[in-house]
């Protein structure tokens, strides 16, 4: 159904996740959750707002991590 979603942190991504990697790996979630690759329109808003919810949620993990004793901050 989707590919897969892979660790957005150092050392395993060798640079910070973008904002576009973030996304991404949100997207792959929320399809693998609702079992939907593309939802129908009547169900369009609520999926994009859980894409959103899920990318600011993993953006604010990322920039909270400590990773081997330093702070993994992304830029944005």
Do not use: W
Not at 25 to 54: I, T
């Amino acid at each position: 159904m989707c590919r897969s979603i892979k660790t957005l942190r150092p050392p395993v991504l060798p640079e910070e996740a973008t904002e576009e990697d973030i996304r991404a790996a949100a997207l792959q979630y929320v399809r693998k959750v609702s079992g939907f690759r593309a939802p129908a329109a009547h169900n369009q808003e609520v999926f994009d707002h859980a894409v959103d919810a899920v990318a600011e949620a993993t953006a604010e993990l990322l920039a909270g991590l400590e990773v081997r004793g330093r702070t993994a901050k992304r830029a944005g």
